[in-house]
């Protein structure tokens, strides 16, 4: 799609203002990859394991600039606001955090309540790019305010997209928390919502191969409308986080829900 091309190429630019954070372990299972397994509650924000996008935005196309001011946990539950608010340029501020390491092959998941709106984007997706010396590598999940009974799904290969998926969310994605998972292995990448699979990549030329940082976002546009629809503002809404693992291919699952021990399961029997 060339809006979300668009958006992605973007991204490169305001990445490339980030700190370089944590050094490659030549260890790594994947090239590039330092990260091990784990899983955040969000009893608190961990600024060891998270980076909080601060005093930029990602291009014209956005009409919020990031603020640290719209990131915080509460009760357990990372909430990302959009708000009317004036930072900088922009009359809009909105949240994201992304983690300090990079993580490979693997099993990826979170639980999320997305915002309301048209014009907004509630994105959990992964990411890489030329700031730390790699081509752009993306797995997305990202659910569009102009209609919330579906998550959209995408990859990025060497800055290559246009592999949009569409996956129904029962109830909508806005209307309470719902678990969306992806597993990332060499030779394919398989897509759950609520524990069900609903999409499976094996076209190799469809696939990332670079380590990438894990992201929660959620900002809003004037100009996509094709994409995500007619910006529409009424009040400040969010973007909830309630847990977020990653498990590492070949580690023991991490939770009674995980789709990691669902195919551990399977895997025994």
């Known amino acids: 799609m060339t809006n979300d091309r668009y958006t992605r190429i973007a991204r490169l630019a305001f990445i490339a203002t980030l700190p370089f954070v944590g050094l490659v372990s030549a260890a790594a299972a994947q090239e590039g990859a330092n990260g091990t397994s784990f899983k955040d509650d969000f009893d608190s924000l961990d600024t060891r394991i998270w980076y909080v996008s601060d005093g930029w935005n990602n291009g014209g196309h956005q009409n919020c600039t990031w603020s640290k001011k719209q990131v915080k946990t509460v009760d357990g539950i990372l909430e990302l606001t959009f708000q009317e608010k004036k930072v ?19 099993t990826y998941e979170a ?75 060499k030779n394919r990448i398989r897509y759950y919502v609520n524990g069900e699979l609903v999409h499976e990549v094996t076209d190799p030329a469809k696939i990332p191969v670079n380590a990438q940082k894990i992201f929660f976002s959620l900002w809003g546009t004037d100009t996509l409308t094709d994409w995500m629809g007619t910006f529409s503002y009424k009040e400040p809404t969010k973007l909830q986080v309630d847990r977020v693992a990653f498990t590492a291919a070949g580690d023991k699952c991490q939770f009674a829900e995980s789709v990691a021990c669902q195919l551990e399961r399977a895997a025994s029997e």
């Open 111 to 185: 639980r999320i309540k997305a915002a309301d709106g048209s014009g907004l984007n509630s994105a959990f997706f992964t990411y890489i790019g030329p700031a730390d010396k790699k081509p752009h590598d993306e797995i997305d999940f990202e659910v569009l305010g102009k209609n919330t009974a579906k998550v959209q799904i995408n990859q990025y290969v060497s800055a290559t997209g246009g592999n949009e998926f569409l996956a129904d969310v029962p109830g909508g994605a806005n209307q309470g928390f719902n678990d969306y998972a992806f597993v990332w292995e």
């Open 88 to 106: 900088k340029d922009r009359n809009f501020a909105c949240g994201e955090v992304q983690t300090r390491k990079r993580f490979g092959y693997g």
